[in-house]
């Protein structure tokens, strides 16, 4: 199995904690391929100790060549990297996945699903049904769109059609089109020519929007709301679960002061602001 991540040096501890959560439940020998924007030695050791049936590989990427790509909101432009992996890495299939989620089951079947000759097999995006996302999907010309923070890619297909390529160039002459980073310029250089695969497999977590359903494989933490940035978040807990099979783990107390911290800054952060529109 193929797993692709792509992070910078603030994201280490949330790659370890996803990937101790992927080797927890795979036993399947895994080839682990992380697009380094700037990870520290240290860091780099700290991920390469976790135990389990896997090797690792660092493939180094110029945060700096995607600088004058458009920007979004609070997303890092790092983010369009992804569009490099069929470059970058010499498989057919891989799974790319963000580091804000959890893997919770085995990803045996949803790894071996047929392409059928598609670029890749993805879930729906949860706000697809949405009046911005409906008007993005027009903008873009396609009638599926799915979230790109799961995506099992057949990488020999997009190689033999120039995707990389296709992608970086829309990206750069389209930038108006472009509401949420590579996301956008994949749904529309992919079309509709993928498959949607069941929302198990990318179950989209908003904290106070979205009610747990089933049993997902995977548990995915969209928007600003994460169970490591102190929102007093209902998964914190499972979060520290993994956390602990890392060598980023601290003593339970000292997990929750920290996460007690950062709630009491976003706390004082919000208030303040509530003040300034009062005054």
């Given at each position: 199995?193929?797993?692709?991540?792509?992070?910078?040096?603030?994201?280490?501890?949330?790659?370890?904690?996803?990937?101790?959560?992927?080797?927890?439940?795979?036993?399947?020998?895994?080839?682990?391929?992380?697009?380094?924007?700037?990870?520290?030695?240290?860091?780099?050791?700290?991920?390469?100790?976790?135990?389990?049936?896997?090797?690792?590989?660092?493939?180094?990427?110029?945060?700096?060549?995607?600088?004058?790509?458009?920007?979004?909101?609070?997303?890092?432009?790092?983010?369009?990297?992804?569009?490099?992996?069929?470059?970058?890495?010499?498989?057919?299939?891989?799974?790319?996945?963000?580091?804000?989620?959890?893997?919770?089951?085995?990803?045996?079947?949803?790894?071996?699903?047929?392409?059928?000759?598609?670029?890749?097999?993805?879930?729906?995006e949860?706000?697809a049904?949405?009046?911005?996302?409906?008007?993005?999907?027009?903008?873009l010309?396609?009638?599926?769109?799915?979230?790109?923070?799961?995506?099992?890619?057949?990488?020999?297909?997009?190689?033999?059609?120039?995707?990389?390529?296709?992608?970086?160039?829309?990206?750069?002459?389209?930038?108006?089109?472009i509401?949420?980073?590579?996301?956008?310029?994949?749904?529309?250089?992919?079309?509709?020519?993928?498959?949607?695969?069941?929302?198990?497999?990318?179950?989209?977590?908003?904290?106070?929007?979205?009610?747990?359903?089933?049993?997902?494989?995977?548990?995915?933490?969209?928007?600003a709301?994460?169970?490591?940035?102190?929102?007093?978040?209902?998964?914190?807990?499972?979060?520290?679960?993994?956390?602990?099979?890392?060598?980023?783990?601290?003593?339970?107390?000292?997990?929750?002061?920290?996460?007690?911290?950062?709630?009491?800054?976003?706390?004082?952060?919000?208030?303040?602001?509530?003040?300034?529109?009062?005054?």
């Amino acid at each position: 199995m193929n797993i692709a991540f792509l992070i910078d040096d603030s994201y280490s501890e949330q790659l370890a904690v996803t990937l101790a959560s992927v080797l927890k439940h795979n036993k399947t020998h895994i080839s682990v391929y992380v697009l380094d924007m700037g990870i520290s030695e240290i860091n780099k050791q700290k991920i390469s100790a976790l135990k389990g049936n896997y090797e690792l590989q660092f493939i180094p990427v110029k945060p700096e060549l995607f600088e004058n790509f458009p920007k979004v909101y609070h997303l890092k432009t790092m983010n369009y990297a992804r569009i490099l992996l069929p470059s970058l890495v010499d498989c057919s299939r891989i799974l790319f996945l963000d580091c804000d989620l959890l893997v919770l089951d085995d990803l045996e079947e949803f790894y071996h699903t047929d392409f059928k000759d598609a670029y890749a097999v993805c879930v729906r995006e949860r706000l697809a049904d949405t009046p911005r996302i409906r008007r993005q999907m027009q903008v873009l010309g396609v009638k599926k769109y799915f979230n790109a923070g799961v995506m099992l890619m057949n990488l020999d297909k997009m190689r033999e059609d120039n995707i990389a390529e296709k992608s970086l160039d829309f990206a750069k002459n389209y930038p108006e089109k472009i509401l949420l980073l590579d996301q956008c310029v994949l749904n529309h250089v992919f079309g509709d020519n993928v498959i949607l695969a069941d929302k198990k497999y990318n179950f989209q977590y908003k904290l106070t929007v979205t009610r747990l359903e089933g049993k997902p494989v995977i548990i995915h933490f969209v928007g600003a709301e994460k169970p490591y940035f102190g929102y007093a978040h209902p998964f914190e807990n499972l979060y520290y679960k993994y956390l602990k099979l890392t060598p980023y783990k601290v003593p339970f107390w000292k997990f929750k002061r920290r996460m007690l911290g950062l709630f009491w800054e976003k706390f004082k952060k919000r208030v303040c602001v509530l003040f300034l529109c009062m005054v």
